[in-house]
């Protein structure tokens, strides 16, 4: 009884499906004019016959394929969860939009007091506008931030 239970259990593992194998050499030949040439072809290898430089055997695991995902098996957004999603996103635009008018009033004050101080050295208007140039970059980025986020509001609602 028990032999017949280790041949069953034999056979069963010997007729699972195997790993691959695939054997890989590479020959070293030598041409009749005299320079070395490399294949990995054993037949071309045999004609001339050649000499085996390298053999590597891969092995490859058995093919098993992903199992299918239903289209009822994959998460689904519920109305409530998706208005909530909005709700947040809208609180985090309006955050970021009071934040973008606050550092505008700021570079706003920051050009205006640029704007009133005049050194010795400006008596060009070409070097006046090139020093102020830095602060008036500044309130046209916050001021394209603004915009860009009352954009986004706007798409929300």
Known sequence: MLRTSLLILAS????????????????????PDGHWTYTNDRREAEKQKCELVTSQINVAPPYRPAPSRSASSFPRETPTTSAAAKDRQRQIL???????????????????????????DERNYARVQERLQPFVDTVQNHEKNIQALQRELGNLK
């Not at 069963?12 to 041409?31: D, G, L, M, N, R």
């Not at 309006?94 to 010795?120: D, F, N, P, T």
């Open 12 to 31: 069963a593992f010997f007729a699972a499906p195997a790993h691959t194998q695939q054997v890989t050499e590479i020959f070293k030949c030598k041409s």
């Open 94 to 120: 309006e955050r970021e939009l009071a934040s973008e008018q606050r550092a505008l009033a700021a570079a706003k004050q920051a050009l205006a007091e640029q704007e009133s101080v005049r050194s010795g």
